[in-house]
């Protein structure tokens, strides 16, 4: 006959060792939320950037600076931006900044402990432009403080970035327009016609001293590559030129020679002397393009902030992310379970003895449980005496109506 197992026997069951079972179940689950608050705690707050589209490109400049289109091209931008800004430079900052790192460590020691720091650095993109920061440690306060810190550094390393780009455009076309400025207006026939008619060497003397009062007073204003003092420069070259003309004859310079000297001095800011139409084309562009600049700087300087959005802003921690208190409760109710289900198996199957059998078995086919049976020979099996029977240590004289001694 198959035997069956019915909910109300295990209840029973349950009920009849309650006392011992939630005995394990109270302090295995009581231990296991102890030891939560014993383990060290570990802290995690995050933060999430999005960089938007109009960040990549400007239509003012994108004949100099061309913009990104591609979606993938701009999350590949902005990975490789933010692994930028975490060096080993930023790491070390943070480290010595918030005391993570113990001081005067050796050159290897510091190696290990800024990877152990940048592993706690949880660095991933969401999606498009957008890209999430995350730091873990075992004190709240330095964990909140650092992803600020990382936040803010995030951010202004994407706006200085831009601004930097778009700086070194603007001074590269001023160059380029200072040169062709300096091409387009001076000539060699413009500098011979500045100079003065006479060449007494007193008189272009005092010409050359106030040509280089001139020069130092703008140096003071401009670079030296700017029009005006390139001009003076050429103007003070040829004066010089004259005066040491006579010194050049006695000493066997001919004037195809100086020609030459002076060619080459003059031809660096000259390339382009002779063409004034192609001068004009390029002078237009390039004035167009530097104006465009310009206006597009002062609009990034002002709008840029505004497209680094922040999705998330680093939270205070709280709790701890590792141990869980309810985590370890719940692992304390199971681990609980495991023990009352070996207690049981235990007290119900591996120390069952005789007796305690014959007691299951005798409430099993509803019997009665009359104890151990002392020996009897024949003569006591033959008289009328009474039998004692000993259950749990304790004698008791049993015997029915008819005289006959009840067993099982």
Known sequence: MKEKIYIKDFLNLLL????????????SVLSMVQLSFILPKTYRTDFELNIYSKYFKNALISEVIPG????????????SM?????????????GNTYNIYPKNL???????????????????????????IGFMHSDPNVTYE????????????????RIETIEIAKRTILKKLESVNVTKHITDSDISSNALASKNPTVLRSEIAKINLDINALKLQFNIQHPRIVKLEQRKATLENWVNEPKNNESGVTPDQDSKTMKEYNDAPLMMAGNAEIQNTIAAKLYSKFNDINIALDIERKSLPSYIGIIESPQYPTSPLFPKKRLFASLGFMIGL????????YKEVMSLDSI?????????????????????????LMSNKLI????NDEAKNLEDSSGRIQTI
């Open 16 to 27: 009849t060792h309650k006392k011992p079972l939630l005995i394990i179940m109270g302090i």
């Open 68 to 79: 990104m289109n591609s979606i993938q091209e701009m999350t590949q931008t902005v990975e």
């Open 82 to 94: 933010v692994k930028e800004v975490m060096s080993d430079e930023f790491i070390d900052q943070i």
């Open 106 to 132: 050796p050159p290897f020691e510091l190696s290990k402990r800024r990877q152990y720091l940048r592993d706690q650095f949880i660095l991933f993109s969401t999606g498009g432009q957008s890209y999430r």
């Open 146 to 161: 650092v992803s600020k810190k990382v936040m803010d550094t995030v951010r202004s390393y994407f706006i200085d970035s």
């Open 338 to 345: 495991i023990a009352c289900f070996g207690y049981v198996f």
């Open 356 to 380: 305690d059998a014959t007691k299951d078995l005798a409430l099993l086919l509803k019997g009665e449980y009359l104890g151990i049976l002392p020996h009897i020979d024949e003569t006591q």
């Open 388 to 391: 004692f029977i000993q259950e």
